[in-house]
């Protein structure tokens, strides 16, 4: 049973920055992509990014390039998000995902129940 934990959320002010946190446990990590999803309310969830099972590549949308870095230490079975530069529309429940496959496409399930980023104005 995989599980996923994500951590770091919180209140900051526009322009500032955080660190999000998931840790994975069961499963081998490394046989899978991983990502990051955010859900505003009322809105849909939607992608954040996304990052291959090596760590060697990386995938954004526009609303996020540029300002948000997805890494990963296969050693520690962790994933994290550097949010620099955040604006009010980045507030949302972000949620981590695991990718069946090696590369961030296709299914993917979420296993946590997300972490509250909020940021003022």
């Known amino acids: 049973q995989v599980q996923l934990v994500e951590s770091g959320g919180g209140l900051v002010q526009a322009g500032g920055s955080l660190r999000l946190s998931c840790v994975v446990s069961?499963?081998?990590?490394?046989?899978?992509?991983m990502g990051w999803f955010r859900q505003a309310p009322g809105k849909e969830r939607t992608f954040v990014a996304g990052?291959?099972?090596?760590?060697?590549?990386?995938l954004y949308p526009d609303s996020v390039k540029g300002r948000f870095t997805i890494s990963r230490d296969n050693f520690k079975n962790t994933v994290y998000l550097q949010m620099n530069s955040l604006k009010p529309e980045d507030t949302a429940v972000y949620y981590c995902?695991?990718?069946?496959?090696?590369?961030?496409?296709?299914?993917?399930?979420?296993g946590g129940q997300g972490t509250q980023v909020t940021v003022s104005s």
């Open positions: 995902a695991q990718y069946e496959s090696i590369r961030p496409y296709g299914t993917y399930f979420y």
């Open positions: 069961g499963g081998i990590f490394t046989s899978h992509a």
């Open positions: 990052i291959s099972y090596d760590g060697e590549n990386s």
